[in-house]
């Protein structure tokens, strides 16, 4: 698939333009950078600990990815052990195919959210598919309504105020709903309640997974993960390749650092699952299939992450905890929420356009966006340098350019 340059350069800086106009995201922005750093100022007074266990993760990713391969093939023994199903997928499409043949067509799908699946476009999919498929966090859902997309990655909905979010679910439910949170927050919960109930399937990620155990743990505060992993009779865990860890013990402090960094000092839940719901109360025969799902299947995807691992200059990006805290300190993103990215967002998701998400040409305009600043290497706990990737990546297209050749090894286009 071939990009017209020029024309994504246009149509993305008139975006960008636009959104540092727009009063719903300088509000709603404002507030949530506020509210954002006091919480981490807090959490890390809270637990002193927490900088000097970030370096401690800095080494375990390091280690993790030099030796993902290995790590991969015993995470899905793992899970297979623990009567799962595991399969590895290559690139988008086969991570699609994959789901769709274990979920079919004319389901109803519950879903957490997850930037994999919106790198995958994997609710739009399972929708073509004859799928009703709806999202579970409470961000996301406001958007699937909104038929917007994801404005960070921790907080979606963030460029969305309450004001706006009344309006929506006014609509929606059609019933005045007042702008009011406790009230905006009741009418979801009363809404997917019955749909975690009657759902076919649930889908979730993963924040990181453990080889050795097959465990995957997931972080959150809404209670929907749970809800929609552990209602419907089959949950699906879509996750990336650099998700892995080796062992149960190093899973647990890459996700304390993560939710630490992420604005808590504490999630509400912190999910822990490794196969299908299992009993062994009668004669202490282990059956599967009890209270939870029956059916259990985890879906590892590469594309270009592999590509990404490989090249030294930007392999430390895989890294990425997926806290969100760089964005709140960048100051193009302070004024544009997510419209400085696609998929993924800012400085570090230009590279992750780069490789994963539609290539060299789909990332450079936000490859000319970033400041360079380095507030976000400062912020985060893996201490990604950013700038520096940014450097080579305006390198490579100038070069690329020059030669007509594709500076980057073309990888699937969403």
């Known amino acids: ?13 008139q975006n960008l ?3 540092s106009k727009d009063q719903h995201i300088n509000t709603a922005i404002t507030r949530a950078v506020k509210a954002y750093r006091s919480t981490v100022a807090e959490s890390l007074e809270r637990f002193p600990h927490t900088p000097e266990m970030a370096a401690e993760v800095r080494e375990i990713k390091t280690q993790a990815m030099a030796n993902n391969s290995e790590l991969l093939a015993q995470a899905m023994a793992s899970v297979e ?22 979920i079919g067509t004319g389901k109803t799908v519950v879903k957490g959210k997850s930037m994999l699946g919106e790198e995958l476009h994997l609710r739009e999919y399972l929708e073509e598919k004859g799928n009703e498929v709806w999202e579970t966090d409470l961000g996301e859902f406001i958007l699937q309504l909104k038929k917007d997309r994801p ?15 009344a309006e929506i679910f006014s609509k929606f439910f059609n019933k005045d709903v007042p702008p009011e949170i406790a009230e905006e927050v009741g009418v979801v ?14 889908i979730s990620g993963a924040n990181v997974v453990a080889a050795d155990t097959g465990a995957m743990v997931i972080i959150e505060n809404e209670g929907n993960v749970r809800l929609a992993s552990g209602a419907p009779p089959v949950h699906i865990v879509m996750v990336g390749i650099e998700k892995i860890v080796p062992t149960f013990q190093e899973a647990m402090k890459t996700a304390e650092v993560t939710w630490r960094y992420a604005q808590y000092g504490v999630p509400g839940y912190v999910n822990i699952v490794s196969g ?32 990404m691992a490989k090249d030294e200059k930007f392999s430390q990006a895989l890294h990425c905890l ?19 990215g696609h998929t993924y ?8 356009t780069a490789f994963v998400s539609g290539g060299l040409e789909k990332a450079a305009p936000l490859v000319y966006t970033c400041l360079r600043c380095g507030r976000c290497m400062e912020r985060c706990p893996m201490q990604i340098n950013v700038p520096a990737m940014i450097g080579e990546l305006r390198n490579r297209i100038v070069n690329g350019a020059a030669q007509g050749e594709e500076p980057l090894p073309q990888v699937a286009h969403s």
């Open 151 to 165: 404005m960070h990655i921790l907080s979606p909905a963030i460029h969305v105020p309450r004001e706006q979010v």
């Open 1 to 13: 698939m071939k990009i017209d340059l020029q024309k994504e350069f246009n149509d993305y800086t």
């Open 81 to 102: 052990r623990n009567k799962g199903k595991a399969f590895y997928a290559r690139d988008r499409q086969q991570a699609l195919e994959i789901a769709a043949g274990i």
């Open 189 to 202: 919960r009363e809404f997917l309640r019955e749909k975690y109930f009657s759902a076919h399937v649930g």
């Open 17 to 19: 333009n636009k959104a």
């Open 345 to 352: 967002l800012s400085g570090i998701g230009a590279v992750w």
């Open 276 to 307: 299908p719901s299992k009993t062994g109360d009668i004669e202490k025969v282990t059956t599967y299939g009890a209270h939870g799902p029956k059916e259990f299947y985890v879906i590892f995807v590469d594309n270009g992450r592999s590509e």
């Open 322 to 340: 997926r806290c969100g805290g760089c964005m709140y300190e960048c100051p193009v993103f302070q004024v544009t929420a997510g419209h400085f």
